[in-house]
């Protein structure tokens, strides 16, 4: 908390509060914490809180890209899965490690902002070849706490900014990037910029440079305004999420599972384990996660056998040949979704091997890299479509539990083009492609 104020800025950093419990898997054990919890661990106003008027809150960042027609959403959990490749992150002092797969959505396009000094960010900076270290230089009226950044060099983030006032920071370096504000020294950077894929990464050594308080500086405010229209998306057709100490990001780009209960369960049950809870609270709270998960469990099998019909076995074994050439002699019995969604499976698992892909690559990478595989333009849109038809089939039953009509023509023709892709793509050689690396940034 403040110690006293130094030219309108207290010295003293703002800490994070201690997180409350977030919502559970589901409805009744949502219900059962909010029990064992109550109001425990709530404060009245939580540092950088977006709607506080406080020194350390986040009110006038707020107002500033309310100000410029800039939303800002606010999340306390957000599925990576759920982003968009047009999505920005605001990451504000992390309390939980960052996940790895921010690269992913990075390398598609997506930008990211991440505000640390000394909280959880670390091991994610460290991934991309970003050290922090101690800064020691003068500040603000002689205040060592309140060093003062100047810009290095143009960048977007610099316009109109002749001084940074920072708050306790830590340097970053970076052996390849130039520093976008330092301290003295080039090498006390405090803050840096550089792009990994399509995508731009922004690290600040400081997250209290966006606080009311520092707010009050006129370069501060400008400078938090570049750093919004920075990551703006082009068009303005992405989001801008804003997560805040204690927020949860979890998940894997292009893979949405945040709505599925045993994945939200999970995260649920990794919350619990930091609760100090009374032991009939804990056994009260073991018993219903026992209860959900048995009912999942139950819902989870099937009525009946899924072995009564045969449309997964081909008429001929010795007839078929190839992905497409199992599925076009399926005896499908009417259940052409079921034959489709089978085929999605060996087509993706078949493509990722002729591009030599992880077999783990989602299918919109396995999209992208058979748009640039190069083939006939015909057998390419057909073979994009067919991927995105099959793509919608599966999140139609997988994700939203509906059960779609295909007509058995359509897959026919869903066969008879994966099958025209397969045949273009040569097999792959010997030589296979080393496994990428995670990228690191580079000056954009």
Known sequence: MPTRPVASVYVARPQPAHRAASRLASAALTGLLTLCVGVAGAVAQAPYAPDSSEWDGLGEL???????HIALETPTDLDLGSLRATDALIVLFPSEPLPMSLGGFM???GRVVVADDFGAADEFLRTFGIQRAAIHAEGLRGNPNLPIAAPRGAHPITA???????????????PELVPVFSVGDPGQAVVLAGAVGSGRLVVLGDPSVLINN??????????????????????????IFLLLPGATLHGRFGTLNADRP??????????????DLPGFMVRMLAVAIAAILLLFAASALPS???????????????GS???GGRLARLRIDGDTLSAALA???????ELRRRLRLHPDTDAAHVARALDAARLPPSVGRAGGSTLARLERLWTQVDVRGRTPRVRRAELASMVERGEAVLAALPEPGTAAGAPSQTPSPTSP
Do not use: W
């Open 343 to 349: 085929y999605r499976f060996e087509l993706l698992a």
């Open 214 to 239: 520092m707010m009050q500086f006129r370069g501060n405010k400008r400078f938090a305004l570049n750093l919004l229209q920075y990551i703006t998306s082009q068009g303005g057709s992405g989001r």
């Open 304 to 318: 009946a056998s899924p072995y009564q019909q045969s449309i997964f076995l081909p008429v001929d074994p010795r």
């Open 321 to 323: 040949g190839g992905t």
């Open 160 to 174: 109109g900014v002749s001084a940074l006032v920072t708050n306790h920071p830590t340097g970053l370096s970076h």
């Open 107 to 109: 390398a598609e396009g």
């Open 62 to 68: 707020l107002r500033l890209a309310s100000e410029h």
């Open 262 to 275: 045993l994945e939200r369960t999970r995260l649920a049950l990794e919350r619990a384990a930091s609760l």
